[in-house]
């Protein structure tokens, strides 16, 4: 079974512009949540995302958005780039079940590189 | 506000020797603790984790145990190998309500030496 797929892989941008990434969840899975990881960092939650709605946010500011398809996949946004967005953007996604219990299995994440 | 601490930030093995690893929460509605271990290049990969009904859980050479009271959790290889090497993540929520948000630790960097 294929795990969390994201797209693309590495990505270079300059200050001031702007990014989409990309998410494909767990076949089944309606829950999808994006976590930045800075180097020498844990993750840290951005957003989670359940039946197209916006279910949870960190603290991170309006630069930063997200919305999920009616397929589950899932894209954060991120406007006016700074050098310190720069980290590894992670999607994640679980079964949302009404025990909300089930485990996060997370992708191999997107590099952001901003210069 | 919620918060993770994991210590330690580096740990140096030998090959067959036992590594621990412990983490403590801030938030005591916390419930849920899964472990991930993070390759080089890749993403978080749970290894095992323990809910707060349960005070231990042991996945073959993997355990992990719960001190509620403390607010204390654990992680304990045993017999590790060198493929054990990574970094070892922790990490704490609140499960239950419609986001279940993971509180991480700030990761161990693990060294099993053959």
């Known amino acids: 079974d294929a795990g969390v797929t994201q797209s693309p892989t590495h990505l270079i941008k300059t200050r001031g512009q702007q990014v989409t990434l990309r998410c494909s969840p767990i076949?089944?899975?309606?829950?999808v949540s994006w976590y930045q990881q800075v180097l020498g960092q844990g993750p840290q939650f951005i957003f989670q995302?359940?039946?197209?709605?916006?279910?949870g946010r960190g603290n991170f500011p309006d630069r930063f958005s997200a919305r999920q398809f009616p397929n589950y996949s899932s894209e954060l946004n991120v406007n006016a780039l700074l050098l310190g967005d720069s980290a590894l953007y992670l999607c994640?996604?679980?079964?949302?079940?009404?025990?909300?219990?089930?485990?996060?299995?997370f992708g191999n994440g997107t590099r952001l590189t901003v210069t | 506000g919620e918060n993770v601490e994991q210590h330690p930030s580096t740990l140096s093995v030998q090959e067959g020797d036992s590594a621990v690893i412990k983490c403590t929460y801030s938030?005591?509605?916390?419930?849920?603790f899964p472990w991930y271990k993070q390759e080089l290049g890749k993403g978080p990969q749970l290894i095992i984790d323990?809910?707060?009904?349960?005070g231990e859980k042991k996945d073959q050479r993997i355990a992990v145990t719960l001190n509620k009271t403390a607010k204390h959790f654990s992680l304990h290889i045993t017999e590790t190998q060198p493929e054990d090497s990574a970094v070892y993540f922790c990490?704490?929520?609140?499960?239950?309500?419609?986001?279940?948000?993971?509180?991480f630790g700030t990761g161990t960097l693990l060294a099993v030496q053959p």
């Open positions: 990490a704490a929520s609140i499960t239950g309500g419609a986001t279940n948000k993971l509180i």
């Open positions: 994640a996604s679980r079964q949302q079940g009404r025990s909300s219990n089930s485990p996060l299995h």
């Open positions: 076949s089944g899975h309606k829950s």
């Open positions: 938030d005591s509605a916390s419930n849920y």
């Open positions: 323990i809910r707060s009904n349960v």
């Open positions: 995302y359940y039946e197209k709605e916006e279910r």
